[in-house]
């Protein structure tokens, strides 16, 4: 058994998930510092659109493309394995011929739509999610035991509690006694829960093998541009509107450029918390740069500001006002079952502490998104937008929210 060292000046990364919204631009960023990147993608989020017929607003390069212009406009090489995370044999592979110092794990089925779409989706989903972690796991400890696992998780593993959220561990007094453990997860769809079950997998892993882990409990991401992919439109990154796989700022600029009335969810009142894709790479940079010590589970709350729905389409309708467009926001049926009006206060402290310096949600950052979408809004494919994934479609006796958590 090999052990790695960790932080070198220059690292090995790798990078699951790698030609994807967040893989990508990611990869180009660490590539720049110098660090030798691999990355591994099996192409699935190319895939599940071709299967609903979407497709990215912006125009994306092949992976081979993105490689090519990135080692013209750069003068650097990314490396790039194309299989399957849950494919035990291909991952062990991929690490041992690598040795990477760092595996940040973008490599999953990221859209709750799409879990609740079906049972076969749900399964899907999970299967790739929890398999594809746990085989990741499983590779780490038999080749590289020292390595940090950078693993994004998500803030809707918590869910909406009537009480403050803390950074993935609370102490509870019980019975008088007291212990801090892993803060309780009410996640809001079958992918936000297949999210739980990877931290629970990654803790287990870090407890028991002392493994180093950092688990990001990301909010939503909005943006298109980072440094790396404004240098040429081949090294664009994917950007989407649909139902299933546009979150709700991005879809909400695209509806307003297009005219369509901004889908607002039910009341309007639901709050999460939201971040800059360039905010992203940074977090992402400060988790790897800065890494949890053998056996330790770290978890961040990755998000630097938090909104309701109904702000984010007023800022978007005031935004898109200015420069011409009028914008209608309406309330559609909520097809989630999610609290529509809730308390939410999640810590969100870490990250500072390691120097993130947030992009707040600005007027100027609108504008240039719809600017963006403007230029290709003739892909706009607008069967796309309305909402049709509903969690609960036979409306069950029973499915709904219980009464307590809807007070
Ligand atoms: P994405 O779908 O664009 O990126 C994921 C990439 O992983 C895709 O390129 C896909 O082809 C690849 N992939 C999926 N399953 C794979 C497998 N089994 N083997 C190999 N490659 C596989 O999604 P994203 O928006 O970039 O999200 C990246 C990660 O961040 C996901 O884990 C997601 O859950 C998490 N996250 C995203 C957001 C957001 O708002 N975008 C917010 C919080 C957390
Ligand atoms: N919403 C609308 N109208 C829309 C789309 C969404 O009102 O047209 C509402 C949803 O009902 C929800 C909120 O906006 O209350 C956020 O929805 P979303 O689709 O933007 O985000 P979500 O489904 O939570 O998933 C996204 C990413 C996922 C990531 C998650 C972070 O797709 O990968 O894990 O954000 S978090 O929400 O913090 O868990």
Redesign the pocket.
């Known amino acids: 058994m090999l052990i790695v060292p960790v932080i070198s000046a220059v690292m090995r990364i790798l990078i699951l998930g790698g030609d994807g919204y967040l893989g990508w631009p990611t990869a180009m960023r660490f590539s720049d510092r110098g660090h030798d990147v691999t990355i591994v993608d099996n192409f699935a989020r190319r895939r599940w659109h071709l299967d609903q017929s979407t497709d990215s607003l912006v125009p994306i390069s092949s992976l081979q493309d993105r490689l090519d212009a990135w080692e013209r406009v750069s003068g650097r090489r990314i490396e790039a394995r194309v299989g399957c995370i849950e494919d035990g044999e291909f991952l062990d592979k991929v690490v041992a011929d690598f040795l990477p110092e760092a595996v940040i794990h973008y490599g999953e089925q990221?859209?709750?739509?799409y879990s609740m779409r079906s049972r076969q989706t749900a399964v899907e989903t999970q299967q790739t999610n929890v398999i594809g972690t746990l085989n990741l796991l499983f590779s780490m400890r038999e080749h590289v035991p020292d390595a940090h696992l950078i693993k994004?998780?998500?803030?809707?593993?918590y869910g909406t509690p009537n009480i403050d959220i803390e950074e993935g561990y609370i102490e509870i007094e019980h019975n008088g006694r007291k212990d801090t453990l892993p803060f309780p997860k009410l996640p809001?769809?079958l992918?936000?829960a297949s999210?739980v079950h990877d931290s629970t997998n990654i803790h287990f892993a870090s407890r028991v093998w002392g493994l180093r882990a950092t688990d990001l409990?990301?909010?939503?991401?909005y943006g298109i541009e980072t440094d790396e992919t404004a240098l040429d439109p081949a090294l664009a990154t994917r950007f989407d509107y649909d139902?299933t796989?546009?979150?709700?700022?991005?879809?909400?600029c695209v509806?307003a450029v297009i005219g369509h009335p901004?889908?607002?969810?039910?009341a309007?009142g639901?709050t999460?918390?939201y971040l800059n894709i360039r905010d992203t790479l940074r977090c992402v940079e400060l988790a790897t740069l800065n890494p949890a010590d053998r056996g330790e589970f770290r978890v961040f709350n990755q998000?630097t500001e938090q909104f309701t729905?109904s702000e984010?389409?007023e800022l978007v309708q005031r935004c898109a006002g200015e420069v011409g467009y009028q914008v209608a926001i309406e309330s559609?049926p909520?097809?989630?079952v999610?609290l529509e009006s809730h308390y939410y206060n999640p810590k969100h402290q870490k990250l500072l502490d390691l120097g993130l310096e947030p992009h707040p949600l600005g007027e100027e950052l609108v504008r240039s998104v719809l600017s963006t979408i403007e230029r290709h809004r003739d892909r706009v494919i607008q069967r796309a937008?309305t909402?049709r994934t509903k969690w609960n479609p036979g409306e069950l006796e029973g499915g709904a929210l219980s009464a307590a958590q809807k007070a």
Do not use: W
Request: zero cysteines; proline letters at 8%.
């Open positions: 990221p859209s709750a739509p994004l998780g998500t803030m809707g593993e809001a769809s992918y936000h999210k409990n990301q909010g939503v991401v139902e796989f546009g979150t709700v700022l991005n879809r909400f509806q901004l889908t607002v969810y039910g309007g639901q999460r918390g998000f729905v984010l389409a559609f909520n097809p989630r999610e937008i909402p």
